[in-house]
């Protein structure tokens, strides 16, 4: 079977076409067909060495997977061949991920792909969906009703956001560097679009919320972008970041008695936490997926397999314009 | 009656004495005759005009206050005359504080005081409880069993965080600054105490924790501490800050997926937020001492209503050794 690999750390250069042999599966494992594979900032930043993440080499970097189970090992109960899948399988130095034709995954890592999306959507969702739902569903909680501001709301996680946000009754506000965004987080369901080049905080706050603030913030920017959301959120709000590798003055958090919660979605692997809750996550998740609320936007340029430097390159340029998947099966 | 009033912002020399009519309570409001009224540090500061709560005058300061019920407002049902009570009543722009014979208060900011403990130590409960109750159990969410760091374990908030912890079946690991501190920690059942000065952070976490780090970290120091609290948390950690106006690299958050709590005891008052919730919460702390689980420790000094100055200044020093309580009627 075909593979792209790398053996060291670098640029885009060091994806390697191999020929493998088709893994067996071990006990609690699955083999997938692979059909498709996203790529995600992270995994830009892990083939890069630009994290403590660094896989064991040789490597299969990705770890968003859409396929059909074609085998299982020992004790797997809960999927069998011909299963169509989806998950967040590793991709980093404990588990590998998804660049070949025929992978191996953790069957605790996987959900049923909802039928509601095809396989490259599908492929699209583990990583950004997962990071939205924990941030939004288990850390801030929210309710019906409530005031939710998603910072990069055009963005891998903030579009998904956006949705997961939606879904659960809050109204949504998201903030966009320009018009066609803001189309796209308007037909995703934001209830108002900001453009947060062109307003400051103070004015948009006061405009939407009638200056107190919007009772949770997910930041999918990081940065300056977290101060803004400090000061965007309302006294005793939850604000939730994907990126906080950063120095911030915390008063903000002090004098309004915020919560800030970072999430990491691959800490699971890196901190061994519970594995059984990708999976779970992600049924959960595909639940909203076949009832209409949530779809990933993917970028329209295609590619294949061996043309995976490509896809790293698109999404370190910055040009993306939604989520951008390698197509191995499809 | 008598009253210490501030005519303006400024040190211990801004208290006056002052002779007033006893105030009748409007709707909603019971009138106290107060027992004693504790310091906190915040007290000090709206006295000097650090922060931006300053009060309308003149001014009544402090909100801890513990009393006899006197007279009942309209529409009060939960207190009669004769009811000893304990409360945060305010002390700062919106509601006037205990710093008199007798005094007004919301009915919804009072509970029952304790049997287990006298007026002294009631008024001394209120701040310092709330603030850790709020950041121990309605943030943190702390349940048996896991592992909670108390920074500053003997200071004014830190060591009723150590016997609330405990009373929630954690293993509580109190840090302090000396030996005499330790054992004030270990008295009210820290399970281990900490030297910060004299053991690295890395030290302690593999000493008590395998290297993993705490479940929950309290932090009642703030600056310099709150960096030790996010490299001495688990991946997934709770941390609590009730000191947080600093600058910090987020990086430690980031990498372990940590959620930040920031708890601001006046919130309600300053926001807008629930003042029923700081009655409730008095209830279950109550409930907590006269349980046996829960006793302010008290500084040996003895301060008289007219010695509200000398009192301020103990707190000021740094030297009290307990929470420091000004006596009125008893």
């Known amino acids: ?17 191999a020929t493998l042999t088709r893994p067996h599966p071990g006990p609690n494992e699955v083999r997938i067909r692979v059909m498709a594979t996203s790529v995600n900032p992270i995994d830009c930043k892990i083939r890069a060495g630009a994290v403590p993440l660094s896989p064991a080499f040789p490597a299969l ?3 968003d997977v859409a396929g059909i189970v074609d085998a299982v090992g020992d004790g797997v109960t809960s999927f069998a061949a011909g299963d169509a899948v989806f998950g967040l399988i590793g991709g980093l130095r404990s588990h590998q991920g998804a660049l070949a034709e025929y992978v191996l995954a953790d069957a605790r890592l996987l959900a049923r792909k909802p039928d509601a999306l095809d396989m490259v959507e599908a ?22 009703g409530q005031g939710v501001l998603v910072q990069g709301g055009a963005g891998g996680v903030g579009h998904i956001a956006v949705q997961i946000a939606r879904a659960a009754g809050c109204r949504v506000t998201a903030t966009v560097s320009g018009k066609e965004k803001g189309r796209l987080a308007r037909r995703l369901g934001a209830d108002e679009v900001v ?18 603030g919007f009772d949770v913030v997910f930041d999918s920017v990081g940065g300056a972008s977290l101060d803004a959301s400090f000061a965007a959120a309302a006294p005793g709000a939850q604000v939730v970041a994907i ?13 309004k008695g915020l919560t800030l919660s970072v999430v990491f979605s691959l800490s699971p692997f890196v901190h061994g936490g519970s594995l059984a809750r990708v999976g779970e996550r992600l049924a959960r998740i595909a639940q909203l997926a076949d009832a209409g609320l949530l779809r990933p936007h993917i970028d329209p340029h295609t590619f294949s397999l061996t043309q995976v430097a ?4 698109l999404v370190e340029s910055g040009g993306a314009e939604g989520k951008v998947v390698v197509r191995v099966g499809v």
């Open 243 to 255: 990126a906080a590798r950063s120095t911030h003055d915390l008063s903000p958090l002090h004098g």
């Open 195 to 212: 453009y947060y080049r062109d307003e400051p905080v103070a004015s948009y706050v006061a405009r939407l919320t009638g200056g107190r």
């Open 61 to 63: 970097l990705q770890g």
């Open 1 to 17: 079977m075909k593979a792209m690999l790398i053996n060291r750390c670098g640029g885009v250069d060091v994806f390697e076409e």
């Open 310 to 313: 490509d896809a790293h390159r």
């Open 123 to 144: 492929a699209a969702l583990p990583v950004v969906a997962l990071t939205a739902w924990e941030g939004l569903i288990e850390r801030a909680r929210v309710s019906p």
